[in-house]
Structures are given as structure tokens and as C-alpha cells.
């Protein structure tokens, strides 16, 4: 897990749209950056949600969303449509990414050990240096803590 005062890892992937998103396009800007399992379940879609709901907010403190899973670009398309969603779906197919990032690694689930997504959330500052994380993230309220966050950090003069 990359942690605050790491240089956030450039990368480039592909959006819903197939066009390629490279990280260090939105230097000047706050980039929350947010890694989950898969499009269209439950505590991935009232994630999307969260954070599609306070986009506006975001938008006001010059901050972008960019969520990234291994799901292929057709299925974030489905799954912008089918509720609306306004942040950047990225798609990590090769895991790479996630790997940099810590993102994808060993969980439990019914006593069974896989390789999976690590949901996490990274604040990154204007000039590319992280500055929060949340290693494991909880759905419940995520996208109202990380504008906090983040506005504590714009009206305190960080970054």
C-alpha cells in the first residue's frame, strides 16, 4: 500500500469509452482515487452512487473522481447507464494498477482465501503526492468522509 507523501504512480488505462486516461493529465487538480471489485454489485454500486451524488461538490474544490476495477470497459458503459453515474470508470483488465496502488491482494471471504481488490481510496494532491489513504474502506458514508477530507485540506491551504 503506497501511503502520504508517496508520489501517486503514473499510470494509463482505459475509460468506458476505450479512450486512455493517464493520471498525471490532471495534475493541478485533487484526483480521488478510488479502487473497487466489480461494476454492478451491491457495495460497489452504493459506492459509485456516493461519490456520483457529491460529484458537484468535488467538482467546486477542483477535485476529479476516478474509480478503477478490473471489469473491461463494456461493463463500466452498463453500469454508468444503468445508474446514472458521473465519475471516471477506469479498467485495470491486467491488475497492474491495482498492484502499484496495493489494491489487489489476498481477502477472506467465508473462511475461503482468494486474490481479490482491496477496496481503497486515495486522496492525491495537485502536484501528484498523496495525501490520504483508506486502506480499507467501508461503503457506508465513504464519499461524504473523503470530501472532508478533502475540503479540510483545500480551506487549509494543503497542497
Do not use: Q
Not at 503506497?2 to 495534475?27: E, H, Q, T
Not at 460497489?44 to 451524488?53: L, P, V
Not at 465519475?87 to 467465508?110: N, Q
Amino acid at each position: 500500500m503506497r501511503k502520504p507523501g508517496d508520489m501517486a504512480p503514473d499510470f494509463v488505462l482505459k475509460d468506458a469509452g476505450g479512450r486512455d486516461v493517464r493520471l498525471s493529465d490532471f495534475r493541478g487538480k485533487w484526483v480521488v482515487l478510488y479502487f473497487y471489485p466489480k461494476d454492478d454489485t451491491p457495495g460497489c454500486t452504493k459506492e459509485a452512487i456516493g461519490f456520483t451524488e457529491l460529484a458537484g461538490e468535488f467538482e467546486k474544490l477542483g477535485a476529479v473522481i476516478i474509480g478503477v476495477s478490473p471489469d473491461p470497459p463494456e461493463s463500466h458503459v452498463r453500469f454508468m447507464r444503468k445508474y446514472n453515474l458521473n465519475v471516471s470508470l477506469l479498467s485495470d483488465t491486467e491488475k497492474e494498477v491495482l498492484k502499484k496502488y496495493g489494491a489487489w491482494g489476498k481477502r477472506k471471504m467465508y473462511g475461503k482465501e482468494y486474490e481479490g481488490v482491496i477496496r481503497s481510496t486515495y486522496l492525491i494532491d495537485p502536484d501528484g503526492k498523496i495525501v490520504k489513504v483508506w486502506p480499507k474502506v467501508k461503503v457506508e458514508g465513504h464519499a461524504k468522509e473523503v470530501l472532508e477530507t478533502l475540503r479540510a485540506m483545500v480551506n487549509g491551504g494543503h497542497g
